[in-house]
């Protein structure tokens, strides 16, 4: 099956944001609590920072922003929401801060019903192939109890490099993953 992943445009923000709201509640809510992420994805997935975010990476060679589409036969399902028929996915990544050699994945979501489809792998190798004229490594941190985001970058090759707390709640840590670009790591 081949999927298509594109660059987001600003059309694609409602789609972007109810992706992230399905997915972060099917991977957060029993570690942060359901208020909690509804008040996370409001404030990190506003619409307008959203639109800000996909602009930007449009308008730039050093960043990223993509949405993954269904296929045609994934199109035809009656039960799929207009936004699933717009994006079941999406990845963004920035230079990191502090080192101008490295990626920042800041964010990548595949609606809960589509994960294990090859949507995020899609979205990944993608994000890397565009990625690597401007970077060595790409890295990005994952909540250390996100069990299945963890198993899918550890499957993308993707090392444990560091431990940090987070901020969303008291003693919850994260993971720092990283991998080199232009290898598989498989």
Avoid at 11 to 26: F, I, P
Avoid at 92 to 101: F, K, L, M, Q, R
Wanted: glycine share 6%.
């Amino acid at each position: 099956m081949t999927r298509v992943v594109r660059q987001a445009t600003t059309d694609d923000v409602w789609a972007v944001h109810e992706t992230a709201r399905e997915s972060w509640h099917a991977a957060y809510d029993e570690i942060i609590g359901s208020k909690r992420v509804d008040d996370v994805v409001d404030d990190w997935y506003a619409v307008g920072d959203l639109e800000s975010s996909i602009s930007d990476a449009t308008d730039r060679d050093d960043a990223a922003f993509f949405v993954v589409e269904p296929t045609p036969t994934e199109c035809e399902s009656e039960t799929d929401s207009d936004f699933e028929r717009d994006c079941l996915g999406f990845a963004h990544a920035v230079p990191w801060p502090e080192d101008s050699d490295v990626a920042f994945l800041a964010r990548l979501y595949v609606r809960p019903e589509r994960w294990g489809s090859g949507a995020g792998t899609r979205l990944l190798e993608r994000l890397e192939a565009d990625l690597e004229s401007s970077f060595d490594r790409i890295r990005l941190s994952v909540l250390a109890d996100n069990d299945i985001g963890i198993s899918f970058y550890e499957s993308a090759g993707f090392e444990h490099v560091g431990t940090r707390e987070t901020g969303l709640a008291a003693g919850l840590e994260e993971y720092v993953y990283e991998k080199r670009l232009g290898d598989d790591g498989r």
